[in-house]
């Protein structure tokens, strides 16, 4: 059974939003290259408002996936940002040139902070994601998810003037490079990194994933968001399948997560602000497609 050892402890209800609240945040350059001999893919997400960078690195060899720490970084300066081995100690740094956010190629280094070995560095860039919205874009994108057995991709695209991206198909793979399962013919808000929001929902070990929906307004066609969509892995179909008794549920207010495949639902109107309680009722799976009552609870505030 594959391992999860980081689950996100609450899963909210999506709001209904319009626009630009559709538009991912922060642009994101996609690289893909070698660290010495090892083929890896690079993404760094630019962040103009705080002028820092973070991302992610995957070392396509090893199947390896870092985090990059969030670093101040003015636009053309060169930079060192740290990958972070474990959530608060790096293990390696990454030495590149002065960077533009729509620099094509990088040449830097990696420099094993242990045993102070120093590796060429060298990436092109395969894909960028601008938020500026008179720029288009066509993509693929990973998504960030550093446990477990599978890799997330997901494929973006935008046309120029359109607020908005749409994720038309997600690609899961194992960390050896083989092909899991091709989700396609979708329409999902793109939110960069952040498109699949992972959790294990059902307590399987296997992880899960959520994503947002696409809708057209009636009353004046405009795009908006829609309530979250549930895609569980299903070990007896060998990939995810979307999972409607959970997006009902969720339908009705906020879910909380548990480890153990419990699910704890905050109805809308179980908040009773005269008696100063919170209405919960959890759920947990009985099988695949169903989702059983087991207790309520209140919570005081």
């Keep these: 059974m594959i391992q999860i050892r980081h689950v996100r402890a609450l899963v909210w209800l999506s709001c209904v939003l319009s626009g630009s609240a ?11 290259g070698t660290i010495g001999n090892e ?37 053309g300066d060169k930079l060192l940002i740290n990958l972070m081995s474990n959530p608060r100690m790096p293990g390696a740094a990454l030495l590149l040139p ?6 094509g190629n ?3 280094q ?12 060298e990436l092109k860039r395969v894909g960028y994601f601008p938020t500026d919205v008179r720029e288009s874009y066509d993509g693929v994108l990973l998504q960030p ?18 607020h908005g991206g749409k994720v038309s198909r997600i690609d899961v793979t194992r960390r050896d490079g083989s092909p899991v399962q091709v989700l396609e013919e979708l329409d999902l808000v793109f939110f960069g990194s952040e498109t699949l929001h992972f959790a294990d929902f059902d307590g399987d070990g296997i992880i899960d994933f959520r994503v947002t929906p696409r809708l057209r307004r009636q009353s004046d066609n405009a795009l908006i968001s829609g309530n979250f969509r549930y895609y569980l892995y299903r070990h007896d179909q060998a990939g995810y399948r979307r999972h409607t008794a959970l997006e009902a ?6 879910l909380r997560v548990a480890p153990n495949g419990v699910i704890s639902l905050r109805p809308d ?15 947990r799976f009985t099988a695949a497609d169903t989702l059983e009552l087991e207790r309520t609870s209140q919570e005081h505030f």
């Excluded at 998810?145 to 359109?162: L, P």
């Excluded at 109107?269 to 759920?283: L, P, S």
Aim: charged share 20%.
């Design 269 to 283: 109107k179980g908040v009773d602000y005269r008696a100063g309680t919170i209405e919960w009722r959890h759920y």
């Design 98 to 103: 002065g960077l533009q956010t729509a620099q």
């Design 110 to 121: 990696h420099l094993d902070l242990q045993s102070r070995h120093v590796q060429a560095l």
């Design 39 to 75: 083929p890896v893919e690079l993404v760094l997400i630019h962040d103009h408002q705080r002028d820092a960078i973070s991302g992610h690195l995957f070392d396509q060899g090893t199947g390896r996936y870092l985090t990059l720490e969030e670093t101040p970084h003015e636009e």
């Design 249 to 254: 549920l969720a339908a009705q207010g906020p």
């Design 22 to 32: 559709l538009a991912h945040a922060k642009p994101v350059s996609v690289y893909a």
């Design 106 to 108: 990088i040449d830097g």
């Design 145 to 162: 998810y550093a446990d477990g057995d599978f890799v997330f991709r997901v494929h973006a695209r935008r046309a120029s003037g359109v």
